[in-house]
């Protein structure tokens, strides 16, 4: 467990976006997908710094892909998770799951 | 497809603002502006990435300035135990007995060589405080930060002697004990932690670099 490297709120949904993109998470379709899921807008750039925080950890890896005219001949970063990546998801799931037990219901679940 | 006008000044800032220039980022902000979204949602996005690349480098460079501004102030005693050297007093003595203009080079050959020594050794601590640092850094690169070190040294002495000499102080006293006494010390201390974080940052950038092409590979 102490091994274990624990996520902050908005490197796990990073983390987890790009398991849901599987081959196409980069960017633009990363940045997307978390706003679509939390509702509301994302700056890229804290996309960004997120994934190289993720990356010097170890939890991710990139690659260059292919350029296009429509990014103005610049090349995609595609993210993809380690190995290493994939445990810390767990663990942080595992130790969320078991504090989240002790969460009381609220007025509208029970009715 | 190239972006104009503002949107054009925009992607500039983007790219040179940024500390470091991530391409990838420019290149999904011009996909997604060029796909329709606004030029307001295109400069907010710029200038968020822009103020949170600043945040972002302000705390990787804030150990090593610290840790700069914190060795230079060991320099008197790093330059007084030098001039105590019994042998290094009489090779001073010796350099200014020569005629000008070789004495006047000599003394200030004489003067750098110290400062230069004591910000390369404050640099091989820091690698060896930032373990693994010294591992990935190459060659090319140490000689690169040691050269530059040296560079920013010699141009911000001649800055500090030019400003110290206007404002009627005399560098020549550099070698007395007094010398570092309150203001002088202060003024000292500018040249070798701008020489010493010269050193470090060009060197954090090599690891950083070799860091990503690591993972690109990888990838």
């Known amino acids: ?111 | 497809m190239k972006p104009t006008g503002s949107a054009a000044l925009a992607t500039w800032m983007l790219k040179h603002l940024t500390f470091g220039g991530n391409e990838a980022l420019v290149g999904d902000l011009l996909e997604e502006f060029l796909g329709g979204r606004s030029l307001r949602w295109y400069w907010r996005q710029v200038l968020c990435a822009i103020g949170i690349g600043a945040c972002s480098k302000s705390r990787d460079y804030a150990f090593p300035l610290l840790f700069s501004a914190a060795w230079s102030m060991l320099y008197p005693t790093w330059r007084l135990s030098i001039v105590r050297i019994w042998s290094s007093q009489t090779l001073f003595e010796r350099w200014t007995s020569i005629d000008w203009p070789y004495s006047t080079a000599l003394h200030g050959i004489s003067q750098i060589i110290p400062a230069a020594a004591f910000v390369w050794l404050g640099f091989f601590i820091f690698l060896t405080l930032r373990t693994g640092m010294a591992h990935e850094l190459s060659r090319l690169r140490l000689f690169g930060s040691l050269s530059i070190s040296l560079n920013v040294l010699l141009v911000t002495t001649i800055g500090l002697w030019m400003h110290l000499r206007s404002s009627g102080m005399n560098v020549g006293y550099v070698a007395q004990e007094n010398f570092y006494s309150g203001s002088h010390l202060i003024a000292i201390g500018i040249p070798l932690t701008l020489s010493l974080l010269s050193a470090i940052s060009f060197a954090l950038s090599g690891t950083r670099r070799r860091r990503h092409g690591t993972a690109s590979v990888a990838g």
């Open chain 1, 1 to 111: 467990m102490g091994e274990h490297t624990y996520l902050g709120e908005f490197e796990l949904m990073i983390l987890l976006t790009i398991l849901r993109l599987g081959d196409d998470a980069y960017g633009v379709p990363l940045s997307r997908e978390l706003a679509k899921q939390r509702g509301k807008e994302v700056a890229v750039g804290s996309v960004y710094a997120a994934l190289d925080r993720l990356e010097t950890k170890g939890l991710i890896a990139s690659s260059l892909g292919e350029s296009t005219p429509e990014r103005g001949g610049r090349a995609k970063r595609y993210f993809r998770m380690t190995e290493q990546g994939l445990r810390s998801v767990h663990a942080t799931r595992k130790v969320l799951s078991r504090l989240w037990q002790s969460l009381p219901s609220t007025d509208e679940e029970l009715a």
